[in-house]
């Protein structure tokens, strides 16, 4: 489902809620002098009291909808802290600010009217309903006013606030800390720079060679493994790296030392299409989504409570809510429980779930000892023992791993290859050990 669909609604839910309210205010500010000067003088603010009575609890329920629904536009609208800065940001904020009067005047005249303070105090709650339509009128203008401004999130991505300047990613494997940093992390030039520190934050001087690739997820682009190059003091740098295509990498890092196993760190991150381009922030899918479920299991909780004489002292309640209440919380819990559908996550199918790292190798490992060394041997080059027993010898990996992408690896895993003696492990290994596996082959690439 589009991210539009969930905007469309909340906005549509704001408006109707801005509109029940501010429009009900309106007729009352009106319609109470009216009341109040003609006809008998005492009978009147009876008629007047059952009126507001009616119209507190639909108030309520519009001003708990304009809450909860605003929150999730400004998610969409502004999407990081960052872009409040901005004039769109300082708009909504005067209009956030405008608000508290404006709340804070609705609850006096709704605890008035439960109070049946009416009949003593006609005029203050006549004076207070003035003053808060023209707060709600100020908020209108700020209203008005944003509709015409460029949402914070675009216009602090056209102007670099808040982006992003570096990628950045510490992991600890094989007793070396490797910090890596890609600049900008997005589309264009980019330079690589990984640091070497040991245990006790003193550099590591003595790797051979530290290799990076940038492997795009989202289609197999065969990216090779650069060698970066030693600048001292465990400072390795390269920018020979280009990223041409906007989506989701994986950082592969590999630091080849004589005295220690070979070090792998490997972490995603999203490349904006173009750096400085007005959709660089963009709302996740994730946050949206479940932004949404939450809001409307929120609007549907506080109708319920309109509906309920829960809460009877506090808002008269208004029974013909508790339905459509009841329909917004299980369209929210559905949502909310269904919001694994909706995640940006990284479709498993296609490609591998787990970053490259010691603990899967690891996994990958016992697999591969008990699974594939007997025919492709430990060092994988085909030396295992039952390699002789085969029609066909099985393939070298150091060699043919780097030909292939992970989907591909993981296919013939899952697979096998037809005719030959490569035998298939569905059924016989988990897809989770398959993926591992295809990491723990990456350790055979030369
Ligand atoms: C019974 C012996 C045998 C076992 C067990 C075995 N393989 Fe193979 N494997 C082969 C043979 C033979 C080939 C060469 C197939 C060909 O000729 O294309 C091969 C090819 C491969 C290739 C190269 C594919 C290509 O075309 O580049 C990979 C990767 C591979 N095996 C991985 C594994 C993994 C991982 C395991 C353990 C899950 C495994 N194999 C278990 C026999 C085996």
Redesign the pocket.
């Given at each position: 489902m589009e991210l539009r669909t969930a905007a469309t609604v909340s906005d549509f839910l704001h408006l109707l809620g801005a509109s029940v309210w501010v429009g009900g205010l309106f007729l009352i500010a009106i319609v109470t002098p009216v009341f109040l000067m003609t006809g008998a003088s005492n009978a009147r603010p009876g008629e007047l009291a059952t009126l507001l009575k009616r119209f507190s609890p639909l108030a309520f329920a519009s001003a708990g909808t304009l809450i909860v629904t605003g929150i999730f536009s400004g998610y969409m609208q502004v999407t990081i802290p960052a872009a409040t800065n901005t004039p769109y940001g300082w708009t909504l904020v005067t209009k956030l600010i405008l608000l508290v009067p404006l709340f804070g005047l609705a609850a006096a005249n709704s605890y008035l009217v439960s109070r049946e303070l009416l009949r003593s105090g006609a005029t203050s709650l006549k004076r207070f309903v003035r003053i808060e339509a023209l707060a709600a009128l100020l908020v209108l203008a700020a209203v008005g006013w944003l509709a015409g401004l460029e949402p914070a999130r675009q216009f602090a991505a056209r102007n670099g606030i808040g982006v992003e300047e570096e990628v950045t990613f510490s992991e600890f494997a094989e007793g070396a800390n490797i910090d890596t940093a890609i600049a900008p992390g997005d589309v264009g030039a980019n330079s690589v720079t990984v640091t070497l520190t040991d245990r006790r934050d003193v550099p590591i001087t003595n790797a051979i060679d530290v290799r990076v690739r940038l492997k795009f997820l989202e289609d197999d682009l065969g990216e090779p493994l650069i060698s970066l190059v030693d600048t001292g003091n465990g400072v390795w740098t390269g920018d020979e790296f280009k990223i041409t295509i906007g989506g989701v990498y994986q950082a592969e890092v590999r630091v080849i030392r004589p005295d220690a196993f070979d070090a792998r760190t490997s972490f995603r991150f999203d490349a904006a299409p173009t750096a400085g381009a007005a959709d660089a922030i963009r709302p996740t899918r994730t946050v949206t989504w479940t932004l949404f479920a939450i809001e409307l299991l929120a609007i549907g909780l506080i109708f319920i409570a309109v509906g309920t004489p829960v809460l009877k002292r506090l808002v008269p309640s208004l029974r013909p809510m508790i339905l459509p209440g009841a329909a917004f919380s299980v369209i929210g819990v559905a949502l909310l429980l269904n919001a694994q559908v909706f995640r940006s996550g990284f479709p498993e199918e296609r490609f591998n779930p787990f970053p490259v790292n010691s603990a899967s190798i690891a996994e990958g490992s016992v697999?591969?000892a008990a699974?594939?060394s007997?025919?492709?041997g430990v060092t994988g080059r085909g030396e295992g023992p039952?390699a002789g027993e085969?029609s066909?010898?099985?393939?070298d990996?150091s060699v043919?791993?780097p030909?292939?992408s992970d989907s591909s690896?993981f296919g013939?895993?899952r697979d096998g290859?037809p005719g030959?003696?490569?035998?298939a492990?569905l059924g016989l290994?988990s897809e989770d050990e398959m993926w591992h596996?295809v990491n723990f082959?990456r350790t055979f690439e030369q």
């Open positions: 697999a591969y699974t594939c007997a025919c492709h039952q085969l066909s010898p099985p393939a990996l043919h791993v030909l292939h690896l013939f895993i290859i030959t003696a490569m035998p492990q290994l596996l082959l």
